[in-house]
C-alpha cells in the first residue's frame, strides 16, 4: 500500500512530465501562444486522485464510465467540484445520458441523434429543478477509422453535418466542436493524417457553427501529433495516472 504522500507525489511527478511533453510540443509547432487544454482522463481511479490533481492546477477531467464516473463527481468536496471542469469522453449509452447530462460539462463523445435528443432533455430536467444553470457544451466525435484501420467510435465523417445540426438546434446543448479517438497501431504520419481530417472537420463545421472551436485528439500516446496538428483539447490518462485494468 502506498500512502497518499507517495501517490501525491507520483501524480506530480507524471503530470510534470506530461506538461514538459505539452510544452516541447507547443514549442516544435510554434504554438506557445495558443496552448491546448489538458484534460486528465481518471477514469478507473478513485476521486482522492481528483481531489490531488485539482491541488495540482489541474482544472479539467475526463471520465468515461457510468455509473463510476457520476458517483465519483458526487463524492468530490463542494470546492473541488465547482473549479473542476468534467468531461464525459467515452461511449454513452442513451439510458445513462440523463444521468449524465446532470453532472457533465461537457460530453465529448456525441455520435447519434438519439444520444442528443436524450442529452437535451436530460438537461432541460437537470435546469428546471435548478440542478443546473446552462447548457451542456458538445463535441460530436468523428469516426476516423478508414480502410484496414478500424475506427474507435464516433459518427461517419457523411454523418457529422447532420449530427451539428441537431446539436445546435437543441436547445439545452451548445456545439463546441468534434473529438476524435485515432484508430489503434498507426504510424505517427498515419495518426497526423487522421488528426488532419479531424482538423478539417471542425473547420468545415465552423462555416455554419462559428463557435465549435474545439479540436479534442491526442491521448498519452499521440498528443505530440495532436498538438502538431492543431488540437484545442488533449485527453491524457496513463501516461498521468498509471496503467489501467485492460479495457474491452
Ligand atoms: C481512456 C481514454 C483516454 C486516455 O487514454 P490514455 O491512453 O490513457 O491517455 C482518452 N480518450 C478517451 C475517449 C478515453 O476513453
Known amino acids: 500500500m502506498s500512502t497518499s504522500g507517495d501517490r501525491a507525489a ?4 507524471a503530470l510534470e512530465g506530461v ?7 507547443c514549442a516544435d509547432a510554434g504554438r506557445e501562444a495558443r496552448r491546448p487544454t489538458l ?10 486522485d481528483v481531489e490531488l490533481l485539482a491541488g495540482m492546477g489541474v482544472t479539467d477531467i ?3 464510465r457510468e455509473p463510476e464516473a457520476g ?3 458526487a463524492g468530490l468536496p463542494e470546492q473541488v467540484r465547482a473549479d473542476l471542469r468534467v468531461h464525459f469522453v467515452g461511449q454513452l449509452q442513451t439510458n445513462k445520458a440523463r444521468r449524465v447530462a446532470r453532472y457533465a460539462d461537457v460530453v465529448q463523445s456525441v455520435d447519434r441523434a438519439r444520444l442528443v435528443r436524450a442529452l437535451d432533455r436530460g438537461r432541460a430536467e437537470a435546469v428546471d429543478d435548478g440542478a443546473r444553470e446552462g447548457p451542456l457544451e458538445v463535441l460530436v466525435q468523428v469516426d476516423l477509422g478508414q480502410g484496414e484501420q478500424a475506427g474507435r467510435g464516433g459518427a461517419a465523417p457523411d454523418e457529422v453535418a447532420a449530427l451539428a445540426e441537431d446539436v445546435a438546434a437543441a436547445r439545452w446543448l451548445e456545439l463546441r466542436g468534434v473529438m476524435a479517438i485515432a484508430p489503434r497501431d498507426l504510424t505517427p ?3 497526423r493524417r487522421a488528426f488532419d481530417r479531424l482538423v ?13 472551436t474545439w479540436v479534442s ?3 498519452s500516446g499521440d498528443l505530440e501529433v495532436a498538438v502538431a496538428a492543431g488540437a484545442t483539447h488533449l485527453r491524457v490518462g496513463s501516461a498521468i495516472l498509471g496503467s489501467r485494468p485492460p479495457q474491452r
Do not use: W
Not at 484534460?39 to 482522492?48: E, I, L, Q, R
Not at 478539417?200 to 465549435?212: D, F, I, N, V, W
Open 189 to 191: 504520419d498515419e495518426t
Open 10 to 13: 507520483e501524480l506530480a511527478s
Open 19 to 25: 506538461r514538459g511533453r505539452v510544452d516541447a510540443a
Open 71 to 73: 458517483d465519483k463527481v
Open 39 to 48: 484534460v486528465v482522463v481518471t477514469k478507473f481511479f478513485p476521486g482522492s
Open 62 to 64: 475526463g471520465e468515461s
Open 217 to 219: 485528439a491526442g491521448m
Open 200 to 212: 478539417g472537420t471542425g473547420e468545415q463545421l465552423r462555416h455554419t457553427h462559428p463557435g465549435a
